[in-house]
């Protein structure tokens, strides 16, 4: 399972794929930087990039899961006496599946520890598609905290979610004071979600 953590005030998580990548700080796996008020943890494996645009967080991220046990978590940790980003903005992520299993949904979520509440604010990814990748439809709960595409992903397929059109991103609004965490996971069996 990717596990974005917000911690005492944090959130997050996205191959290094969009527009931010040129200007950006990237974090390679096993690392972390301070980014807008955010300091930032990758998992070994990971990539991120990220740009300090005022209130928002601008991401891409690289992401490849290699085992059906696998949880790679990104942290986020607001930097102390710093002036955090209110809304972190995925604008492009790299899924690879190297599992050696189809998957037939990809979940994101985020699990608030407290209050305020951190949540996606209704802007969501297209559904990708290209070879070996097929998710169609994109269902966001009532709490706006958990975000599920039902569709299709081949093994040793890669989809790239977001693009440059407008409106093709995830957004994550982050109360100053949040502490949650964000996760996002394949599932590979019809009405079962796997964590990876």
Known sequence: ????????????????????SATGTVISGGSSAAVDGWNITVPVGDTITA??????????YAETFVSASEVLPVGFQQVVDGDPATTIDILTEAVSN??????NAFNF???????PLASFDGSVFV????AGVNYETATLNAGDTF???AGTQAASSTSIWGSNNPGDFLLIDVPNGSDSHSSNFPA???NLEASF
């Open 51 to 60: 740009l300090d645009s005022g209130s928002t967080l601008d991401l891409d």
């Open 109 to 115: 979520s985020i699990d608030n520890l407290g209050t």
């Open 1 to 20: 399972m990717r596990r974005l953590y917000l911690v005492g005030a944090a959130i997050l998580a996205s191959v290094t794929v969009g527009t931010c």
């Open 188 to 190: 590979r069996f019809p």
């Open 147 to 149: 975000l599920s595409y």
């Open 127 to 130: 559904p990708p598609s290209s």
């Open 98 to 103: 190297s599992t050696g299993v189809d998957w």
